[in-house]
């Protein structure tokens, strides 16, 4: 994604349907911007730099539990209270050296421990197109294996969350066998529509992202028709092509130009 940061307060309309809008602007500012209460699923993957910034020296840094929590301030009050959030989150490496930087785990610990918060589950992706942060040791020396599973972490603030598994039953597509938690719906190339919309070579927007099966799976398991779904850190849309198609309505932001345009297009596409 574009690494030059729209960090302004205020947030503007890209497109809206009849369901929902599509805004850019800072996340915070946008999460603000939300009625109190107001949804039902928060489901979104967020930056994998900046906060996530491999650190040689401290693996487990506290930077993204800091990011996180605050995150999850504004993401609570968004919520209904027994709403669930659902964000991907994966290992990643440290910059000079073949060790994992687990930012990730050290947060989940900080914020479990809190109280305030409850894990409900982890899921395990696999997602073949997964970019890898360690290409000197993946491709070059050939030491390491190139990463092809990242997390989705299923959080709440009760136990008691409205969740119904037979809304995906069947939903991994070809599979016969019930997969559980290992969840196999695509990989991050999936989705080709995206490519009839944007000219140019390739960008980080059209790698750095998630099929629309993937938030159509936590929509369908999480949430009801009608009720709203929320992803602050869009990119190029796919969660609100999925809110969209599942008859939901939806609130999706992201700070990245570069993103919207596609996301808009996306949107647009919809209609023809
Ligand atoms: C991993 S990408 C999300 C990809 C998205 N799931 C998709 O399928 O396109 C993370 C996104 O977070 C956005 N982002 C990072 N920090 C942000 C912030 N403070 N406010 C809004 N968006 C932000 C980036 O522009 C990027 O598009």
Redesign the pocket.
């Given at each position: 994604?574009?690494s030059t940061?729209d960090?302004r307060s205020t947030i503007s309309t890209i497109a809206s349907t009849s369901l929902g809008t599509l805004t850019q602007?800072?996340?915070?500012a946008?999460l603000r911007s939300l009625p109190a209460q107001s949804a039902r699923l928060v489901v979104?993957?967020?930056?994998?730099t900046?906060p996530f910034e491999p650190s040689s020296d401290d693996p487990t840094s506290p930077a993204f539990g800091d990011w996180l929590n605050g995150h999850l301030e504004d993401i609570a009050r968004v919520l209904l209270p027994d709403g669930s959030v659902v964000f991907?989150a994966g290992c990643t490496w440290a910059v000079d050296r073949p060790v994992r930087t687990v930012q990730h785990y050290a947060a989940l610990s900080r914020l479990l421990a809190g109280g305030e918060w409850h894990l409900l589950q982890e899921f395990h992706w696999y997602n073949p197109e997964l970019l890898t942060a360690n290409e000197e040791y993946v491709e070059r020396r050939r030491s390491r294996l190139h990463d092809c599973v990242t997390n989705w972490y299923w959080l709440s603030r009760t136990p008691d969350v409205p969740a119904d598994t037979r809304r995906v039953r069947g939903f991994q597509g070809h599979l016969t066998h019930p997969f559980g938690n290992f969840l196999t719906f695509g990989d991050s190339a999936a989705d080709h529509d995206y490519l009839d919309a944007v000219r140019g070579p390739e960008t980080q927007?059209d790698r750095?992202?998630?099929?629309v099966a993937?938030?159509l799976y936590f929509i369908r398991l999480l949430t009801e028709e009608g009720e709203h779904v929320v992803?602050?850190?869009?990119?190029?849309?796919?969660?609100a092509l999925a809110a969209e198609s599942a008859g939901r309505t939806w609130s999706c932001?992201?700070?990245?130009v570069e993103?919207m345009t596609?996301?808009k297009q996306r949107i647009d596409n919809l209609r023809k």
């Amino acid at each position: 994604m574009s690494s030059t940061a729209d960090t302004r307060s205020t947030i503007s309309t890209i497109a809206s349907t009849s369901l929902g809008t599509l805004t850019q602007g800072d996340a915070t500012a946008f999460l603000r911007s939300l009625p109190a209460q107001s949804a039902r699923l928060v489901v979104t993957s967020p930056w994998f730099t900046g906060p996530f910034e491999p650190s040689s020296d401290d693996p487990t840094s506290p930077a993204f539990g800091d990011w996180l929590n605050g995150h999850l301030e504004d993401i609570a009050r968004v919520l209904l209270p027994d709403g669930s959030v659902v964000f991907e989150a994966g290992c990643t490496w440290a910059v000079d050296r073949p060790v994992r930087t687990v930012q990730h785990y050290a947060a989940l610990s900080r914020l479990l421990a809190g109280g305030e918060w409850h894990l409900l589950q982890e899921f395990h992706w696999y997602n073949p197109e997964l970019l890898t942060a360690n290409e000197e040791y993946v491709e070059r020396r050939r030491s390491r294996l190139h990463d092809c599973v990242t997390n989705w972490y299923w959080l709440s603030r009760t136990p008691d969350v409205p969740a119904d598994t037979r809304r995906v039953r069947g939903f991994q597509g070809h599979l016969t066998h019930p997969f559980g938690n290992f969840l196999t719906f695509g990989d991050s190339a999936a989705d080709h529509d995206y490519l009839d919309a944007v000219r140019g070579p390739e960008t980080q927007a059209d790698r750095d992202r998630f099929p629309v099966a993937a938030p159509l799976y936590f929509i369908r398991l999480l949430t009801e028709e009608g009720e709203h779904v929320v992803d602050p850190f869009a990119g190029i849309g796919s969660t609100a092509l999925a809110a969209e198609s599942a008859g939901r309505t939806w609130s999706c932001n992201d700070f990245s130009v570069e993103a919207m345009t596609i996301a808009k297009q996306r949107i647009d596409n919809l209609r023809k």
